[in-house]
């Protein structure tokens, strides 16, 4: 991309309600300031970078108002393994758990309304969902089955309306994304028949009328995140490779925006493309402070990736690029039903003491961890107006992805004895939050 002469525009926005805010540990030193921004032009980029403040001023925390579930009772409300989140216009929730086998729907207060379908091949049953669920703009509900090759299609009511067949055999944890047009967009690989060191991701899109439509690719980044590598030759001839990240490091990152465009960054620095298509391009910036990897967090992710090498090659030895000292400028993008861009910051982690404990957000074979961090957001507008942090409570889980719509929020959240409840959320100011140990009724 090359730079053409510009002029950057400072822009000061002064919030006249605050609606919500961010926090987290690390609470931004310029809390309290009005936003201010400088808007610049990059070739086919506008750029607009935050220098200080926010526009909801304080920080925000996500306040309980439902939760459904329980510890002991009735079998409806007894959570095995969600893995599978969606929410209706009206507030209806879907899950589905895969230890129960089903897929559930909750009244916007909490209450069980009904199961949709059971397991089998027949019309609207399947046979090993994965985290693929959504409500279409229409109300139909969508449930992705690749065992069965196909995402089944429901009436709020819980009825078959048919199925649009899909690529079998890809467990994902990705969700199905869903444009505002209904347009619903389905992980798949590019590349399947290639070496699994060379796989591609993409999205398959599907119109709402079940047709095939095209296929979106990730931002071509100029960006190879270090790695780590195993392999093994079996008896029988089979050679198996193994490939992880190296822990801490950056890396690319994208999701699809409701509004039809790749959201996406590449972790070096604090830097979110928004690929617009019948806009220019948008770069959102902010400056951050690097979070120090501590002594016993490299550590422990060490001992994680050596495990997760040697479940593949018992004689491995750590032999890549070392863990960094410093975290990387953000972890994620997640998208809102409304488009807004909510950045998973890293955390000052801290070690949970006691014996292991489960770790949501990171799958595989490695041992549970010990470390954890708070889960913290930044969020922007579309347009790329800075609102705040807002942070989230212990237990928040980043898997099945939460739902966000405006200023609500709804996510699986785990309980000190690991219990999974679907909670409703509301973005609050901190000064206005109820203090962290209120019990909801």
């Given amino acids: 991309m090359m730079r053409r002469p510009c002029i950057a525009t400072l822009v000061t926005y002064i919030a006249l309600t605050t609606s919500g805010c961010g926090a ?9 300031l009005e936003w201010q921004a400088v808007h610049d032009t990059i070739g086919d980029t506008i750029v607009v970078r935050t220098i200080t403040g926010s526009i909801w001023r304080e920080p925000a925390e996500l306040v309980p108002e439902v939760r459904v579930g329980v510890f002991d009772g009735v079998a409806e409300y007894i959570f095995g393994e969600l893995i599978g989140l969606a929410v209706g216009d009206d507030g209806s929730i879907y899950v589905y758990d895969r230890q129960a086998r089903s897929l559930n729907k909750y009244s916007p207060d909490g209450t069980f309304l009904a199961t949709f379908g059971r397991e089998g091949a027949g019309p609207g049953e399947y046979r090993s969902p994965d985290s693929g669920l959504a409500v279409l703009p229409d109300g139909r509900i969508a449930l992705r ?12 009511e819980g009825e078959s309306v048919g199925n649009w067949p899909i690529r079998g055999g890809l467990q994902t944890s990705q969700p199905l994304f869903v444009d505002t047009m209904g347009t619903v967009a389905t992980l798949i690989l590019l590349n399947p028949t290639d070496a699994i060191t060379e796989w591609e991701s993409g999205l398959a899109r599907i119109h709402p009328d079940g047709t095939p439509a095209d296929t979106v690719k990730g931002p071509d980044y100029d960006h190879e995140a270090p790695q780590l590598r195993a392999e093994r030759t079996g008896a029988d001839g ?4 193994g490939v992880t990240t190296v822990p801490f490091s950056p890396g690319a990152v994208w999701t699809l925006s409701p509004h039809g465009y790749v959201v996406g960054g590449v972790s070096t620095d604090y830097a979110i493309d928004l690929f617009r298509t019948a806009e220019p391009h948008l770069r959102i910036e902010r400056d951050h402070e690097p979070v120090p990897v501590k002594s016993g967090e490299r550590s422990a992710a060490e001992r994680r990736a050596t495990a997760q090498m040697r479940n593949l090659d018992p004689n491995w030895r ?19 039903e409304d488009g807004r861009i909510w950045v998973q910051l890293y955390q000052p982690g801290y070690e949970v003491a006691g014996e292991e404990v489960h770790e949501s957000n990171e799958r595989g074979g490695a041992p549970p961890a010990r470390w954890r961090e708070p889960v913290v957001f930044d969020l922007f507008e579309p347009d790329g107006r800075y609102l705040g942090q807002v942070r989230a409570p212990d237990g928040f889980s980043l898997f099945p992805a939460p739902v966000m719509r405006g200023d609500q929020v709804w996510a699986v959240v785990r309980d000190e004895l ?18 962290a140990d209120r019990e909801m009724s």
């Fill in 24 to 32: 987290g540990e690390q609470v931004d030193s310029s809390a309290g």
């Fill in 238 to 241: 089979n050679h198996s490779v």
């Fill in 418 to 435: 690991d219990v999974q409840y679907i909670t409703r959320f509301r973005v609050t100011p901190a000064s206005r939050a109820p203090h």
């Fill in 318 to 336: 750590w032999s890549g690029p070392p863990v960094p000292d410093r975290k990387p400028a953000f972890r994620d993008i997640l998208v809102g």
């Fill in 145 to 156: 089955d690749p065992a069965n090759a196909r995402i089944n299609l429901y009436s709020p």
